[in-house]
């Protein structure tokens, strides 16, 4: 039996809102969905296929709609991180892994 020990620094809040992943290794982005997100990081599920490991450093890209890109600037809120878990139990059957995502402390 594996135990767990609680490593989280900052209150999480359940958001589901559409992401992508962008993945250096695949040179490419993947679709998906935050599930909840933090001052300091965010846990995704992507499609079953994505190849992400314990380790990678990814992008998240959090689109924003128009009328909130023109107020910001942007259309995306990028926040680059660390991948410190891969989950391929919890959302199986959906077809998704779960990537939990540490943040980098720059702003």
């Known amino acids: 039996m594996e135990t767990m020990v ?3 620094k900052a209150e999480r809040t359940a958001v589901k809102w559409p992401v992508s992943l962008w993945l250096p290794q695949a040179h490419r982005f993947f679709n998906g969905r935050s599930a909840n997100i933090s001052r300091t990081g965010a ?3 992507v499609p079953l296929t994505t190849p992400v490991q314990k380790g990678h450093c990814v992008e998240v890209n959090f689109p924003r ?3 909130l890109a023109q107020q910001k600037g942007s259309y995306a809120r990028i ?3 660390k991948v410190v878990r891969v ?3 919890e959302l199986l059957r959906q077809g998704k892994l779960g990537v939990a995502v540490h943040f980098e402390d720059k702003e």
């Open 6 to 8: 609680e490593q989280r």
């Open 79 to 81: 926040k680059k991180g």
């Open 87 to 89: 989950d391929r139990t």
């Open 65 to 67: 709609s128009s009328a």
């Open 43 to 45: 846990y995704v599920a």
